[in-house]
């Protein structure tokens, strides 16, 4: 059996990843937590300066334990965060793999500049009208509607939720992620405008045991918009790893 944690990105919930339910092949155990950085939890998150430190406590708590992590989004940077410190500190995290998906990342502090600030924060409400849109399949939503449940959504983030976003995305110059020797996929949305596919191939390429896999037609979320070849590009990649050794009590 393998175990797959399902890590939401912000303002999300773990109902992100119900299009991927009966999709899974059998031997594949999957769990996903509600994360602090939530839809719902924002209130309780919107100050925390150590989110990377949070998740190890949402991975500590996974049923079992996990074996590969999936994160999305906002929470790929805090897995990357949490990745790059623990193996910097001598101590890397025990995982046979992690599937980073349309993750924020940039190399070189120098990339980041004052006037990429106001598109950036332009651009969020347009990314929950994604996530709104995506997960009301079937429902059509006036555009002038949709525009404005994502302003309210953004206003209800407020600046210190997106500020704790824009903060992990700045520091991610910083992570050693030369030093991370786990097996990551890194998978990208070919027409993604809010983590461009070119940070996904960047940042697998930096990645000593990195790999990044391209889906053609998919924006910033695949798990919905093509959540059988998103399931597929997973168990490919669980086929490439070793199997995690178990104590004998899990054999």
């Known amino acids: ?27 594949v155990d999957v769990h996903a937590p509600r994360l602090p950085w939530h839809s719902g939890g924002i209130d309780d998150w919107r100050h925390e300066t150590d989110s990377a430190a949070r998740l190890a406590e949402v991975l ?10 999936v994160a999305h989004s906002f929470s790929s940077v805090v897995l990357l965060d949490l990745l790059s410190r623990r193996a910097a500190a001598g101590d890397p995290l025990k995982l046979p793999g992690v599937v980073l998906v349309n993750p924020f990342y940039r190399s070189d502090a120098d990339d980041f500049h004052w006037n990429m600030i106001a598109p950036t924060l332009d651009d969020f409400p347009r990314t929950m009208a994604e996530s709104i849109r995506l997960r009301t399949p079937g429902h059509h939503i006036e555009a002038d509607r949709l525009a404005d449940m994502a302003r309210r959504m953004t206003e209800w983030i407020g600046p210190y939720g997106w500020l704790r976003f824009f903060d992990a995305y700045l520091r991610t110059p910083l992570f050693r992620v030369d030093l991370v020797e786990t097996p990551a996929l890194v998978i990208g949305g070919e027409t993604d405008r809010s983590a461009p596919v070119a940070q996904a191939r960047h940042l697998a390429a930096r990645l000593p045991a990195g790999q990044c896999l391209e889906l053609p037609g998919c924006g910033h979320f695949p798990m919905l918009e093509a959540p059988t070849r998103f399931t597929g590009a997973v168990h490919a990649f669980l086929d490439r790893i070793p199997d995690p050794v178990r104590p004998l009590a899990d054999a």
């Open 1 to 27: 059996m393998t175990r797959v944690v399902l890590l939401h990105g912000l303002a999300n919930n773990e109902g992100i990843w119900a299009p991927l339910a009966g999709r899974w092949r059998d031997g």
């Open 60 to 69: 500590d708590a996974a049923p079992g334990g996990a074996d590969v992590v």
